[in-house]
């Protein structure tokens, strides 16, 4: 934490800068807004943790849960802007811890019937696109501890687009749906 906090690069154009940026807690707004969101979202959690405040809503009611030593110069007073920057503490503040456990349901089901098809393919090329889509849903799942797309359409293709490929292979390879077609024929 004291290596974090006496960290003074902040974003830039340049990428060594920018990378060297991201563990800048002190003084990068980006990173200090960060913070203040999760802070932000947790308080709020605490208030309601078993529904939440409802989807879509963190963003008109996060302000009110802000303290001033946690402010950057890119907080809002009225708290209209953004999101939670997580794709985990956004659903616990939004849904609660219900809709929270849904999401995560649904992501590692998700993984777990990719690694299934992978396991079960004895096709090189599906093995190799079926892992390719696995790593890419688990470098998004990664990815959102810091940050929150699937709140936004553009952003949240990827997602949803591994979830459907994975879907697409496990019932195009699956054994019983194979073994019923050749019953029938």
């Keep these: 934490l004291n290596r974090m906090e006496s960290n003074r690069k902040v974003s830039s ?13 002190s003084n990068d707004p980006s990173n200090v807004e960060r913070l203040n969101r999760w802070a932000s979202a947790f308080r709020m959690f605490k208030e309601k943790p078993i529904f939440g405040w409802g989807p879509g809503t963190y963003m008109f009611q996060y302000a009110p849960y802000q303290v001033s030593y946690e402010k950057t110069v890119i907080s809002t007073n009225s708290g209209d802007m953004g999101n939670a920057h997580s794709e985990y503490i956004g659903p616990l503040t939004e849904s609660g811890v219900l809709g929270t456990l849904t999401y995560l349901t649904v992501l590692i089901t998700a993984i ?8 079960r393919s004895s096709r090189r090329a599906v093995k190799i696109f079926v892992l390719s889509v696995v790593l890419g849903l688990t470098t998004y799942a990664i990815h959102g501890f810091v940050n929150n797309f699937l709140d936004t359409d553009k952003a949240s293709v990827p997602f949803w687009a591994f979830m459907a490929i994975i879907v697409a292979l496990d019932v195009y390879f699956n054994p019983e749906k194979q073994a019923g077609k050749n019953q029938l024929t």
Excluded: A, L, P
Aim: charged share 15%; hydrophobic share 30%.
């Design 13 to 25: 154009s340049d990428i060594t800068q920018h990378i060297e940026s991201i563990s800048n807690i």
């Design 112 to 119: 777990y019937t990719g690694i299934k098809v992978y396991s």
